[in-house]
């Protein structure tokens, strides 16, 4: 079992360009997150689907969106990427209220 | 709402002493508590939990951290730190029960930094 991972491992964008991160879990979990990781903030939610077909936002939504492709695959989409915007992206899976089981992590850089 | 402080941002520890990394919470409802561990460049792992049951929580790496319900604390120790431990620590809370669908409230971290 690969777990959960996540593409691409890095990127860089321009201030307006668009992209889509990738997260797959091979667990059979229902729930999966998405999370940006700041120094000093800890980790805050972005969006999560709690089951295949619904999603909802999190803490931080803004500039976001999501799309539940299948019990396996949640991507994250930004429309139009800020500096605000520079991170690390978290993905995670779990059954439920259950241990949340992380990616290796997607590190972004908006100029 | 949930809350999470990690009272330290950096413990530096000699290797082989004692160390406590601090976490305090706040929430109106019932908690699952759980600590997780990130090595440099790498995702989070699971590192232990608490959901119910016996108050005191052990890792399979000699950590343990005690449930403390009328302090809101839930603190992570270990009696003696090796070298490999150096990583950052998070505490994170979620509800044990509604409809919260597992959604973690992380503290800020804190580096754990051991010296030989």
């Known amino acids: 079992n690969a777990g959960v991972t996540q593409t691409p491992k890095f990127q860089v964008l321009k201030t307006g360009q668009s992209m889509t991160l990738q997260c797959a879990q091979d667990?059979?979990?229902?729930?999966m997150y998405w999370y940006r990781q700041d120094p000093g903030m800890g980790l805050r939610l972005i969006y999560y689907s709690a089951s295949e077909g619904t999603t909802d936002k999190g803490e931080v939504p803004n500039g976001y969106n999501v799309s539940r492709l299948n019990k396996r695959e949640f991507s994250l989409r930004l429309e139009s990427a800020a500096p605000s915007q520079t991170s690390v992206y978290f993905c995670?899976?779990?059954?439920?209220?259950?241990?949340?089981?992380f990616g290796p992590g997607t590190r972004l850089l908006v100029l | 709402a949930q809350s999470v402080t990690q009272l330290d941002s950096q413990v530096p520890v000699f290797e082989e002493a004692p160390v406590e990394l601090r976490c305090n919470y706040s929430?109106?409802?019932?908690?699952?508590l759980f600590w997780y561990v990130q090595y440099p460049n790498q995702g989070l792992q699971l590192l232990l939990k608490?959901?119910?049951?016996?108050?005191l929580v052990e890792s399979i790496n000699g950590f343990e951290a005690e449930f403390n319900k009328s302090q809101t604390s839930f603190h992570l120790r270990k009696p003696s730190v090796h070298i490999s431990d150096t990583a950052e620590y998070f505490c994170?809370?979620?509800?044990?029960?509604?409809?919260?669908?597992?959604?973690?409230?992380f503290g800020q971290g804190t580096i754990l930094t051991v010296h030989p």
């Open positions: 608490y959901l119910s049951g016996s108050t």
């Open positions: 994170a809370v979620s509800n044990a029960g509604g409809t919260s669908y597992g959604k973690l409230t």
């Open positions: 995670a899976s779990s059954v439920q209220k259950e241990t949340q089981y």
């Open positions: 667990m059979n979990h229902n729930s």
């Open positions: 929430s109106s409802v019932s908690v699952y």
